[in-house]
């Protein structure tokens, strides 16, 4: 390969050309050495390496003059990493935010980046504000023609839950055990005073509350995903 090129397999030699009269080439560091024929050379069995690769390759002639040249190569064979973050850190499928994101590709610096958001064009880094279910997909290909894929999916749900009690009525006598109903948003988990009540199909009861003798003040709360 050439000098400060970049290929995407492991190379098997480096061949090259020289002097006529050059009776030697050797690679520096790694003690290979070959005889030129006709000035034209190969060195093979060199140990490449991921990532920047530098040699040194000095050719002798038969006079014992020496002259030395630096080559570099890189080398990728991987496709470069990338995923898919907001906030500073990566959406992990399923995630539910309650506030507006911009969601960005993290990869390699020399990949190049395309992505979609619900099936339609979408550019990093741009904000999404409405509320709704979103599948986000990122393609990265870097130089050599590796292309590496992510995607994920988020939930953004800015709107509070909503929850009522239905009984006791406010204000009402009630006994010093108290059963508690009301209504909820049914993805919510609802607590009674901090009492943990489950939900189904909206709804939620607690059978008995103990209460003190006097003003009692029941809390009702919920909380979405």
Do not use: C
């Not at 397999?9 to 024929?37: F, H, R």
């Not at 599948?135 to 023609?145: I, N, V």
């Not at 059963?179 to 489950?198: D, F, K, L, Q, Y």
């Amino acid at each position: 390969p050439a000098d400060g090129s970049s290929v995407e397999t492991l190379p098997s030699s480096i061949g090259g050309s020289t002097d006529a009269d050059a009776s030697e080439i050797a690679l520096i560091p790694t003690g290979l050495k070959t005889t030129p024929v006709n000035g034209s050379f190969t060195l093979s069995g060199i140990p490449f390496a991921e990532g920047l690769n530098r040699f040194s390759l000095v050719v002798t002639d038969r006079a014992g003059n020496s002259a030395r040249t630096e080559y570099r190569i890189t080398v990728n064979t991987k496709a470069p990493g990338v995923e898919i973050v907001a906030d500073g850190s990566p959406i992990v499928p399923g995630t539910f935010f309650n506030h507006p994101i911009a969601p960005t590709v993290r990869t390699d610096a020399d990949a190049t980046v395309s992505a979609k958001i619900n099936g339609g064009p979408f550019t990093p880094g741009s904000q999404i504000s409405s509320d709704g279910d979103y599948a986000l997909t990122a393609d990265a290909a870097d130089p050599q023609g590796h292309v590496a894929h992510a995607q994920t999916t988020f939930v953004i749900d800015r709107a509070a839950p909503v929850v009522k009690i239905i009984s006791p009525v406010a204000g009402t006598i009630q006994t010093a055990f108290v059963e508690i109903r009301g209504t909820s948003t049914e993805s919510a988990s609802v607590t009674v005073n901090g009492i943990r009540v489950p939900v189904a199909s909206g709804s939620f009861v607690l059978p008995s509350l103990a209460r003190d003798y006097g003003e009692n003040v029941i809390t009702v709360s919920a909380r979405d995903s």
